[in-house]
Each structure stands twice: as C-alpha cells, then as structure tokens.
C-alpha cells in the first residue's frame, strides 16, 4: 500500500527537474506545418512523428490524494478543536493540490512521440522542447538505445514510466534515486503524463528491449 505513495512523492521529486530526462545528442528542430487526422491509437504528424495520448489519470490521482488531506485536516474531536493531525494533513492537501496542477499543465503541453528509430519528448504540437536543462541537446533517444523500459508499480496503475538507454555518453550519465535494474547506461523516469497502453505498444513495436 506504501509504494505508490512513495513513487508519487519520488514523482514528484522528479517532475522539478524536467521529468529527470537528461538528453542523449542533439539533433536539429523538428517543427511539423500541420497536424493529419488522428489514427484510433496516437496523433500523427505530417513528418512521421506519432504523438502518444495525453492522460491526466495521474494529475486527478494527485489532486484526490490532496481533497482527502484536506477533509482529513479539518477533522474535530468533541470539543470541535481541530485534531494534532491538522497541519500535517494541510501540508499534504496543499502539496498535492499544487502538484495535481503542475501535473495537469505537463499532461497539456507536453508529448511522447514515436519517429522511424527514436522515442522523444517534445511540445504537444511536436516541435522541439529545445535544449534540455540538464545536459544541454534535444531529448530524443535512438530505439537500438534501449536496455531496458518499465511502468511503476505496473502498468495497470502507473505512476512513473521508466527506461534505460546506453546512447548517452558515459561522462554525462547521472545517478537516480531509484533502482529498477542493474544494466549499463543513463536511466530515466517520468511522470505517466501520457497513455500507458500506447506507450508499451510502441515500445513493443519498435523493438526496444524490455526485461520481463
């Protein structure tokens, strides 16, 4: 019961630093003219771009968690002083109430898009994020790259989406505060702003490696 509590907080961590995504190359802007109509499972842009689903399952699941500590904060005893629990449950009402909005406006202007042989991040309208605040290059990484990818606790109930990846040079590879496997290469994780169910089809189909 204590571990999806513990990934949205380690989500929560995470979202401060631009999903925690540090980037692998550069590589030049892509900025579609105009977006096609939608196929049945991802948005597909002019240049070949498929755009996964946003969700906001996680931003509501934050904002549910901080309308409880708010209810629970205001909780009395007979005497109708409030409990020793008060501020406590205010806090966490107050930082899940916030955290559900940041959620919410990532959810809205952010995308996972699949290409002919990368995963990357990018705007909702597909162009690029420009340079990652991290290590500097374009968040977009080769699916011959792929160790390893995962959803946190499972994929039935997401909180963080992971993957490992060896293209990103040895010297600008940073540690994580979660372990999921012990392969080689830079890990990363991010909130799952996005469907689920489309992101592991087009892992699956791209070929990216996957540990059962």
Not at 2 to 10: F, T
Request: charged share 15%.
């Amino acid at each position: 019961m204590m571990r999806p509590v513990i990934l949205l907080l380690s989500t929560i961590a995470l979202s401060t630093n631009a999903f925690f995504l540090p980037s692998a190359r550069r590589v030049s802007t892509f900025i579609p003219e105009h977006i096609s109509t939608a196929s049945p499972t991802t948005t597909k842009l002019q240049m070949g771009l498929d755009l996964v689903d946003p969700s906001y399952n996680l931003a509501i699941g934050a904002f549910s968690v901080g309308l409880t500590g708010g209810f629970l904060e205001d909780l009395r005893d007979k005497n109708g002083e409030k409990l020793l629990t008060a501020k406590p449950f205010g806090a966490l009402a107050l930082l899940f109430t916030l955290f559900a909005g940041f959620l919410a406006f990532q959810t809205t202007t952010l995308r996972f898009g699949f290409d002919d042989d990368s995963f990357s991040l990018v705007k909702s309208n597909g162009s690029s994020m420009g340079e990652n605040v991290v290590v500097g290059g374009e968040n977009k990484w080769a699916y011959s790259s792929f160790q390893n990818y995962d959803f946190l606790p499972s994929s039935n109930f997401p909180i963080l989406v992971y993957f490992r990846e060896d293209q990103t040079p040895v010297g600008n590879r940073e540690e994580v505060p979660i372990v999921v496997d012990n392969l080689d290469g830079q890990v990363h994780f991010f909130p799952a702003i996005s469907n689920v169910k489309q992101l592991e089809e087009g892992f699956a189909k791209h070929g990216c490696s996957h540990i059962e």
